[in-house]
């Protein structure tokens, strides 16, 4: 009897990393998909792709013989606005056995031209100037509808209603972009929500990030001082007709309940002004006024390219105290990022008022000077009559605790929840040791990163502030990568920083940019060349390196005229090592010079340019950048390392760039390693490093091989520490190390948020080194992966899992009660690794209970210095052995 092999099974195919895209205007999307196989050191030989619009076969590639399955182009005929597309691939193993079709995935385009807007601007004013304006059309359809879009975006931030329902469950439409040369539109499928005869659309519109208030400075109207609408419906019918529904002239608008709404300074909401009905049809709007059209134009629109921001999560109160004040307070047990749901019953005029605070004070009060002037304040009017049910429209909140009036004590509990918002990214990581107050300084890292994506990534989410500081994205994003995929959300935001990066190459503080004027920090603007370069390692995307290596070379460029000397950058602005605490007295900025971080940055920033040049074959280039930062490195050493190999500067951050970036002579670096350990050591295993030194300074020590260090800094729990603030109560990350000092009070900065990301970038070395996760630079996107864990005596076991492009990949180790050491491995199908086992010795290393030499799967094991060296294919492993 002939044993039928059981191939390979293509599954979770993606367009532009969506199982569906609804509403995109790429001309050659990307598509993507994973395999399981029942067998280890499985790959593929050959794919074959269907691509279909209506039925009809759009595009066929035949059986081609290639193992990608990562970002292959769509080269098929151009596409067709508003249509539909679906695509299916099968593959072909080592053995070119064929597998079955795979699952449909469809993507639908939106308007690739800017003339196929038909719509026009609208606007409406207000009584109240604050108050938000609603506006509405009625119109009638014909039998027969088969499908119907509409496309949709605003000045302002806008929620789209048809027939009374909301379009769909997305929020903060249409995002944050730089609105002047990159404003998004959304498509919504809205067939299941019309009907034949009578239908209504409304709009609500909001000032959100066009007009609202912005920055500490109060500003406002940063991109126009008038809300606008823009809506366009298709209606198909069975026949082949369409009828087309925008807006225009016989649009009708009034003011409504939602008399102030602000994203720092939250809501004012009168139930009692409420208009039932104001969205569905047989509403008499006889009393509302005409709306005026807007010339504004169709040049900078752009079908939606982030994340959805959505409510994703719930969460119910943990407590409801009473305050050493009287204050009604309730603890949610979590500092996020979100609103309140409200329901509530009181007569008619009652009013009850929300806080939203991060923290209580050293006595147990409601705290909330760190908001500086933000109001973070829900006030709602009841309407009497009934339960009543409310939540914000168009305001966020950094809280763990509110503050309640107006709600009766016993039943302030049962009356709210907690709505977690953010941009609806997939969590792709996970990362467990033994030790649970590290695991806690995980999550913690995780709701960071939750409370601060909401649409761009910011600073902080509760005070005067939430901008997308490049600084603090740079350092974080490798962690962010790691924990949920990022790819379309930073692209949309690299693509913002392009889009206001100054001619001269200089890249805004903040992007997008509102504050005007203030650019090109180093390790600030060195996000333009680090973002990129990190969605390439981590996704194998080549095409985020090909739309912003022009903005790359562009900041490098800027760099290089700016220096009294080419290749040293000793001018300008820099906010150094922010928030070190080597700081001077009075200042904020690090004791590292910053020119020696600023050369260091740019001596980095070419190196990457470099690589991404090789990565699109722009060989001279290449060459260029490649002696550029050797050029650097080479100035680096004359102005800040003495003969003898030492930094000029004795700072914890100076040696660790100068380590981290490969600044220093081979024969310096392991004088120069043991400097920095030393430093670490003196200061009892605690770190003196602001947002710069942070993010690499166990990477550093890790790589030269102070990894026992590294987790004593880690594991350190006095302050300064990452576990310093959990023995505070932190469930997010801090922006500085001392948010509630050692005595228990509030530090005093006005600068002081208890939700800020950056210094979570230890989540990076807690995948890389702790549990051995990473990928190889050489192929890309986990392509090929490389396990390789550091252990330690001081936490008995360390496991993370990934969920990358190719499938998941997962590493850890335990230490066995006899000694020995297990390590698990899980390798995707098309894929590979290399697989390091420290202190391991080859013949004694046994894979599920044979000689790992000989264990199906893997193709050579070798001894080295450090241990054994395996090459492995996909599959999953379980390596035991003792240490030597």
Partial sequence: MVEVKIGMKPYDLRCEYKVHRLGMDERSPRLSWKLHAPYRAAQQSAYRLIVSAGGDVWWDTGKIVSNQSVHVPYEGPAFTSRTRYEARVKVWDQDDVESDWSEEVYWETALLDSSEWTAAWITASCEQPEACPYMRKPFTLREGIVAARIYATSLGVYQLFVNGEKADDTLFTPGWTSYSKRLQYQTYDVTRLLASGENALGVMLGNGWYKGNLGWKGSSDLYGSQRAALVQLHVQYEDGTEDVIVSDRSWKASAGPLLMSELYHGEVYDARLEQDGWSRIGFDDSQWTDVSLLEHGFDTLIAQEGEAVRVVEELTPVDVLRTPNGETVVDFGQNLVGWVKLTVEAEEGHTITLRHAEVLDEAGNFYTSNLRTAKQTITYICRGGGVERYCPYFSFQGFRYIQVEGIPHELVASSVVAQVIYSDMDQTGSFECSDEMVNQLQRNIVWGQKGNFLDIPTDCPQRDERLGWTGDAQVFIRTAAFNMNVATFFTKWLKDLAADQLPDGGVPFVIPDILRGQHSSSAW????????????????????????????????????????????????????????????????????????????????????????????????????????????????????????????????????????????????????????????????????????????????????????????????????????????????????????????????????????????????????????????????????????????????????????????????????????????????????????????????????????????????????????????????????????
């Fill in 525 to 884: 603007g060195d996000a333009a060349v680090i973002c990129p370069w990190v969605l390439y390692e981590r996704y194998g995307d080549r095409r985020v390196l090909e739309q912003q290596y022009d903005s790359m070379v562009r900041w490098v460029e800027y760099i290089r005229s700016q220096g009294d000397h080419e290749y040293l950058w000793n001018t300008g602005f820099h906010f150094g090592d922010w928030l070190a605490m080597d700081a001077p007295k009075g200042t904020r900025m690090g004791a590292t010079p910053k020119d020696l971080i600023a050369t260091a940055f740019y001596a980095y920033s070419s190196s990457l340019v470099a690589k991404a040049a090789h990565v699109l074959g722009k060989q001279e280039d290449a060459a260029r950048y490649t002696e550029l930062s050797a050029q650097v490195a080479r100035e680096f050493r004359k102005e800040f390392v003495t003969p003898n190999g030492r930094v000029a500067s004795p700072t914890q951050t100076a040696y660790v760039l100068a380590l981290m970036f490969d600044l220093l002579e081979d024969t310096d670096r392991e004088r120069a390693a043991s400097i920095l350990a030393r430093y670490v050591e003196e200061n009892h295993n605690r770190l003196t490093t602001g947002f710069v030194g942070t993010p690499y300074l166990c990477l550093a020590l890790s790589k030269h091989g102070y990894t026992e260090l590294a987790y004593k800094l880690v594991l350190q729990k006095e302050y300064p520490s990452w576990l310093y603030p959990i023995t505070k109560g932190a469930t997010t990350i801090w922006e500085h190390w001392d948010g509630i000092q050692p005595d228990g009070s509030l530090c005093t900065d006005p600068m002081n948020s208890y939700n800020h990301y950056a210094y979570g970038s230890i989540g990076e070395w807690l995948y890389r080194v702790a549990a051995g996760l990473d990928t190889d630079e050489e192929y890309p996107g986990y392509k090929k992966s490389r396990i390789a864990p550091q252990l330690t005596d001081a936490i008995d076991y360390a496991q993370a899992s990934y969920c990358s492009m190719y499938g998941v990949v997962a590493a850890g180790w335990e230490r066995q009660e006899n000694g020995a050491i297990s390590v698990k491995v899980t390798i995707p199908p098309n894929t590979g690794a290399t697989v390091i086992l420290p202190g391991a010795v080859l013949d004694r290393v046994e894979e599920s209970g044979v000689p790992a030499m000989t264990a199906e799967g893997v193709r050579s094991a070798v001894q080295t210095e450090a241990g054994v060296q395996l090459e492995v294919g996909s599959g999953e492993y379980q390596f035991m052995y003792s240490c030597k």
